[in-house]
């Protein structure tokens, strides 16, 4: 991929290690094979899968044949839950291998520290068990609603990697709206996930506020399914930017 460089693991998943100005892709809501088979080649960097009650729910058994598709194309899969028991979140974790955990729903700090130290103890497990195709330490991304300012995050920062910035609206997510990104300009750049009504329309402007990750979903789907052709127009415009910003290195 353009823009960062790829270190294979055993299990050939790539590990990071970015330029620190670019942006990387995620596109969430996959749902079957045959999405994923499309998109696999694709400079796309995460793939996400969504556990909670949705149109785009997807069981174990269908995620981890995900993210096998994933892994063997050097790409990470994200899984998303809505206010989960902790149990479960860590067994879905060991069934399936996915690589990020997104909490959507109303999970407290305190949540988050516990599946933190979980994920920590799963991971111990698997290591003395010398299980080859587990990935490395599974990561938290928590997303918080937005309208017209953004919340206080200090306490969560302990444990998740980053914050997810969506727009809030009927639903938990794919709600296809967005906030005003305005605000988004008093945080350090490359800092965060940003979600939330993006399309081929309005990427180039979110590219502006330089997040680390944009997570796109319901604008690029066609008849309730990923649609390649508008997914591969915002992976040529992220993939542009990211040139553009590796010159002003």
């Not at 055993?10 to 100005?21: C, G, I, K, R, S």
């Amino acid at each position: 991929m353009e823009g960062k460089k790829l270190e294979k693991k055993e299990n050939n998943v790539a590990t990071d290690n970015f330029t620190e100005n670019t942006t990387k892709l995620k596109v969430c809501g996959i749902r079957s094979i045959t999405e994923i088979n499309e998109l696999k080649t694709l400079d796309i960097d995460y793939f996400g899968c969504i556990f909670a009650e949705s149109q785009r729910q997807v069981d174990s058994e269908l995620a981890a044949k995900i993210t096998r598709i994933a892994h063997r194309h050097g790409k990470k899969t994200v899984g998303v839950f809505v206010n989960a028991m902790i149990e479960n979140v860590v067994k879905i974790v060991e069934e399936t291998d996915i690589d990020i955990v997104q909490l959507h729903g109303d999970e407290s700090v305190e949540y988050c520290m516990e599946l933190t130290q979980k994920l920590e103890k799963l991971y111990e497990k698997n290591c003395f068990r010398k299980r080859k195709n587990f990935p490395a330490k599974t990561k938290l991304w928590k997303v918080f609603g937005v309208t017209d300012e953004l919340p206080n995050i200090t306490d969560y920062k302990p444990y998740i990697e980053y914050p997810l910035f969506d727009a809030k609206g009927e639903n938990r997510g794919g709600n296809g709206i967005v906030f005003d990104w305005n605000i988004l300009k008093k945080l350090e750049k490359y800092s965060f996930v940003l979600a939330g009504g993006l399309s081929i329309e309005n990427i180039q402007k979110a590219l502006e506020y330089k997040p680390a990750i944009l997570d796109i979903n319901s604008k690029v789907e066609v008849n309730n399914r990923k649609s390649k052709k508008l997914v591969e127009n915002v992976v040529n415009l992220v993939k542009k930017n990211n040139n553009n910003s590796k010159r002003l290195i």
